[in-house]
């Protein structure tokens, strides 16, 4: 079993920045993601890493714009979010997979999953 804490969500303006932080009580599976759900819409993946190495996958929505990393020493892993936009709002979850692939962007694959933590962007 693997209990996974956000923190770091907040209120932000328009083109501001937020860094998301997940801790994980052990820090044994192979892929560490973020997804996010917006009020009405399904939960999306946004970025996966894997915790072996230091190969991450992104959403199209948030390449060049957010960042994800890890200190495994610490089992915590990060989403460094910049020039954040209203439609980045949302609640942000962090998952704990077996596996590291292509396809780790889909919520199926992940086991373990934090409580999540909001992020809401406006003016």
């Known amino acids: 079993q693997v209990r996974l804490t956000e923190s770091g969500g907040g209120s932000v303006q328009p083109g501001g920045s937020l860094t998301l932080s997940c801790v994980a009580s052990?820090?044994?599976?192979?892929?560490m993601g973020w997804f996010r759900q917006a009020p009405g819409k399904e939960r999306e993946g946004v970025a996966a890493?894997?915790?072996?190495?230091?190969?991450?996958l992104y959403a199209d929505s948030v390449k060049g714009r957010f960042t994800i990393s890890q200190d495994n020493a610490k089992r915590t892993v990060y989403l460094h979010m910049n020039t954040l936009k209203p439609e980045d709002t949302g609640t942000y979850y962090c998952a704990a997979g077996p596996r590291f692939y292509s396809n780790s962007l889909n919520e199926d694959t992940y086991n373990y999953w934090g409580q999540g933590t909001q992020v809401t962007v406006s003016s």
């Open positions: 890493i894997f915790t072996g190495g230091t190969m991450t």
């Open positions: 052990t820090y044994t599976e192979n892929a």
